[in-house]
């Protein structure tokens, strides 16, 4: 088993910097890939990033360059540095873990952004 909480979201104006944390704990030697996702009001759960074991990330087309994913493995916790927020970036943000065969998903943490 692996357990995943988030931390970090709130309400900011456009423009402005968020850092989201997700501690892992747990089963922590299973894990090969951690990632982001975020989910929007009516819409369906996305890839935002995602970062591999050996440190490989990959991001969606919308918050290249804005959102940067890291992962401390001494501190079990991945970030998301999100800069230059939008409005259209309001949605909970997900953390997964890929500890194959299953896929674990903490709560949520809500990010919303004020234009």
């Known amino acids: 088993q692996v357990q995943l909480v988030e931390s970090g979201g709130g309400l900011v104006q456009a423009g402005v910097s968020l850092r989201l944390s997700c501690v892992a704990s747990?089963?922590?030697?299973?894990?090969?890939?951690m990632a982001w996702y975020r989910q929007a009001p009516g819409k369906q759960r996305e890839l935002v990033a995602r970062i591999t074991g050996g440190g490989s990330t990959t991001y969606a087309g919308d918050v290249k360059g804005r959102f940067t994913i890291s992962r401390d493995n001494a501190k079990e916790t991945m970030y998301l540095q999100m800069n230059s927020l939008k409005p259209e970036d309001t949605a909970v943000y997900y953390c997964?873990?890929?500890?194959?065969?299953?896929?674990?998903w903490g709560q949520g943490t809500q990010v919303t952004v004020s234009s």
């Open positions: 747990g089963r922590l030697f299973s894990i090969n890939a």
């Open positions: 997964s873990a890929d500890a194959l065969p299953r896929v674990y």
